[in-house]
């Protein structure tokens, strides 16, 4: 009797039980289906946003590479395009450089060529500008010599004398060196007796006891028409020698 108290109430839970699976049975496996269904949409949207996410990273990784690829190539293009600017125009600043200092030799020489070849006129003038000069360098050194030697010692007057004119002999040849009329040289139309001459002049009015110091001028200027006459008649054959 007790047993059968005890197992009424089960018996009638699992009545009831089995009743509702009976009545709502179709329910429940249309909401499983239901259910399965949505897993299996929420499985196959999650997997294609995934797949999605995975090429669009991929093609976004690609891109941003493209993009630096393409930047350090354009960078490296500027570099290139920088450096041979900066040769060729290196190259431009040389050759026009070269150009100038062609074009400054050029004229360079040009003018050292119009200064060492002179004319007929300018020779003239030259050698009378210098002829002029030893006038007034003669008259000079004779003074001093009178003031600071003793003259009755004439040898060695004569060897200050021949002194004095030897390097005037030698800077003529220097300053006249560089100068000629029609290829010859000025300084080989100077007359050869020209030192020779000057010395015995500054040594007879030195040793002269009146020393006419006027009647010295007049020499010199005597002396020096004489030369430069006979330097216009060595520039005239020069230039007969040309001309034939």
């Known amino acids: 009797m007790d047993l ?8 009638e839970a699992v009545n009831g039980m089995s009743k509702v699976i009976f009545d709502y049975g179709m329910m429940v496996a249309v909401c499983a ?6 897993l299996a ?10 797949t999605m996410y995975s090429n669009n990273a991929k093609q976004s990784s690609m891109l941003l590479k493209k993009i630096m690829d393409d930047s350090e190539e354009r960078s490296r293009e ?6 041979k600017f900066k040769q060729d125009f290196s190259l431009l600043v040389k050759t026009i450089t070269d150009i100038f200092n062609m074009v400054k030799e050029n004229n360079e020489d040009l003018t050292n060529r119009s200064k060492r070849y002179i004319t007929y006129s300018g020779s003239i003038k030259m050698f009378k500008n210098y002829f002029g000069y030893m006038k007034y360098e003669i ?23 021949l002194l004095l004119t030897t390097n005037m ?18 300084s080989n139309i100077f007359p050869c007796s020209i030192t020779e001459d000057i010395t015995s002049m500054m040594e007879e009015y030195i040793h002269d006891k009146e020393r006419n110091i006027s009647k010295f001028r007049n020499d010199l200027d005597n002396i020096c028409v004489n030369y ?17």
Request: charged share 35%; glycine share 2%.
């Open 169 to 186: 002999d030698k800077k003529r040849n220097v300053d006249f060196k560089e100068f000629y009329f029609e290829r010859v040289c000025l």
């Open 78 to 83: 500027k570099e290139e395009n920088e450096q």
């Open 4 to 11: 059968l108290l005890v197992t009424a109430p089960d018996v």
């Open 41 to 50: 949409m929420f499985w196959v949207i999650t997997k294609r946003t995934s």
């Open 33 to 38: 289906v239901f259910l399965l269904i949505v």
């Open 139 to 161: 008259l000079k050194e004779c003074g001093e010599i009178l003031e600071k030697n003793n003259i009755s010692n004439h040898e060695r007057v004569h060897n200050k004398i």
């Open 228 to 244: 430069m006459n006979n330097v216009e008649d060595r520039i005239q054959g020069v230039l007969k020698k040309t001309n034939d």
